[in-house]
């Protein structure tokens, strides 16, 4: 989603200005092409150079820098923007731009721009609480600044409290969000879930799966970015990036199906990612078991099927991770579980499935179609099934 998408990365003098350099880094592998503006101030924690060579394009550090003859470089900074991010942004800059003060590249740049701008405060605790800072925050966001609130922790001054700059994957989580906030997904309700569920065999153990969660998660966030209101069903919770999505945490596979029935009611899609583990114990011991004896046999009863048991007009969208025939045994669940779409993998193909980062996929809808995807990133994958979940809510609602 980042791909070819001209962000602006305004940068200003504070000890946080290193971590400037990760954001450039990460946005510019993401494919996006970013340029730098730098405040004089910020040229005292980092140099220029180092983001030129990490963005592989020109810094602007002045005013008086012109890229041609005939262009002034922050109104074609502006224009060109589809997002501005200030990531630090200090005391200063939040002030100066809610005064409407343009007296540096770095104001003029923001002032002049129509695309959305995402501030990312670092600064002392005192500073960042005062009443002042509060009230320039709030009549910038009223204006449609968007904020991404500063972190507690160790501070620069050797304080600790609120002020350190934002993690970075919630900085760039929320660009996606306001990338995608217009996208074919605006205004809809998606339903996701992740992670493979526990059924608990004692207090202490139970019966799981390896499922990672990425692919739910990828899932979460590409609808996010496309601008669906998203509710991420999910038995991992430690995923770094969550901007904009509702995490509901659950364990076991009547969990996930009671928190399924309550979010279902207001979608438009439903994306089942989860390994619901298939039997669970019969009943689970109240105390841990004791090693006593040299055997153990322990009752195991069906888990509901959520997928073939859910009903409600909205697109259905189920997974199935085969060893053999993929696309007859997706076929049938398809038709068993009354799915729109189906996302078949081939789990003995080591490169893709349970915990990796890639995935290769054949999507199968109900019509017979079938799209034989490449070997590609979780991310990407997610894309392509929220473009098709996009294709059927157009046609079809
Ligand atoms: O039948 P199978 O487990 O292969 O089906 C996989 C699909 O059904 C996945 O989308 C999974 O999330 C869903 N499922 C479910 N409830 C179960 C088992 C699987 O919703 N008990």
Redesign the pocket.
């Given at each position: 989603m980042l791909k070819d998408k001209k962000i602006v990365l305004g940068i200003t003098g504070s000890i946080a200005a290193y971590k400037a350099v990760d954001i450039a880094s990460r946005l510019t592998r993401a494919g996006a092409k970013v340029e730098v503006v730098m405040t004089e101030s910020a040229t005292r924690f980092i140099t220029p150079l180092t983001l030129r060579s990490i963005t592989m394009r020109p810094v602007v550090t002045g005013m008086w820098e012109t890229s041609s003859e005939f262009s002034i470089e922050h109104i074609s900074l502006a224009e060109a923007a589809d997002a501005v991010v200030i990531a630090p942004a200090t005391a200063n800059i939040i002030a100066h731009l809610a005064c409407g003060m343009a007296d540096d590249i770095l104001t003029c740049t923001v002032l002049a721009t129509r695309a959305p701008v995402i501030i990312a405060p670092a600064m002392n605790d005192n500073m960042f609480t005062n009443p002042v800072t509060q009230e320039n925050i709030e009549k910038l966001k009223a204006s449609g600044f968007v904020f991404v609130d500063p972190g507690a922790g160790r501070l620069a001054c050797g304080r600790a409290g609120v002020g350190r700059l934002a993690d970075i994957e919630t900085i760039i989580g929320t660009l996606r969000q306001v990338l995608g906030r217009d996208g074919d997904l605006a205004g809809r309700n998606i339903v996701v879930?992740a992670g493979g569920t526990r059924e608990p065999i004692d207090p202490v153990r139970y019966i799981g799966n390896r499922s990672s969660g990425k692919m739910g998660y990828a899932l979460a966030s590409a609808a996010r970015d496309r601008g669906a209101e998203v509710k991420l069903i999910t038995t991992i919770t430690c995923m770094p990036e969550t901007v904009g999505i509702d995490v509901v945490a659950v364990d076991t596979?009547d969990d996930m199906n009671n928190a399924v029935k309550t979010a279902v009611k207001e979608a438009d899609a439903l994306v089942?990612?989860?390994a619901?583990v298939?039997y669970k114990p019969q009943a689970t011991a109240k105390s841990k078991i004791k090693k006593d004896s040299d055997a153990l046999s322990i009752g195991m009863v069906k888990?509901?099927?959520?997928?073939a048991g859910i009903q409600g007009d909205f697109v259905k969208v189920?997974?199935?991770?085969e060893s053999e025939n993929l696309v007859a045994n997706a076929k049938k669940?398809l038709k068993a579980?009354g799915l729109d779409l189906i996302v078949a993998n081939d789990i003995t193909d080591k490169s893709c499935g349970f915990g990796a980062d890639s995935n290769k996929v054949t999507i199968i809808d109900k019509s017979g179609r079938v799209e034989d995807l490449p070997l590609m990133s979780k991310q990407e994958v997610a894309e392509k099934i929220l473009g098709r979940v996009a294709e059927l809510l157009i046609s079809e609602r």
């Open positions: 879930t596979a089942m990612a989860a619901v298939d888990t509901p099927d959520i997928l189920g997974f199935a991770a669940k579980k």
